[in-house]
């Protein structure tokens, strides 16, 4: 039977995660954000409750910084939203 991939990775001192980002304020979405009507099909979608659009994108990279770097000594094998809130909004059952 074949290891799973975070063992595999683990075992390699490798931290194995992924990051599920929110809107992300940037040159693509400003266009959408800079109408109401645009910036509610967007909250409609992905809610953002939490100080709405990440702005800047600099917030999700800091977190990949963080979950590369030697800090990361226990995160692996994780999905982590950095979303403000979209995820816990759609599947409440899973907080």
Not at 18 to 28: E, H, K, L, Q, S
Request: charged residues 10%; negative net charge; proline residues 12%.
């Amino acid at each position: 039977m074949a290891k799973p991939a975070t063992a595999e990775w683990a075992g390699a001192g490798i931290a194995l995660n992924a990051v599920a980002p929110g809107v992300i304020a940037t040159p693509m979405t400003a266009p959408v954000l800079a109408t109401a009507e645009g910036g509610a099909i967007l909250d409609a979608g992905a809610p953002s409750p939490l100080n709405g659009p990440a702005a800047p994108p600099e917030a999700p990279a800091a977190l990949l910084a963080w979950l590369a770097s030697a800090e990361n000594t226990h995160v692996t094998g994780q999905v982590i939203f950095i979303d403000g809130g979209a995820e816990s909004i759609h599947r409440p059952e899973s907080i």
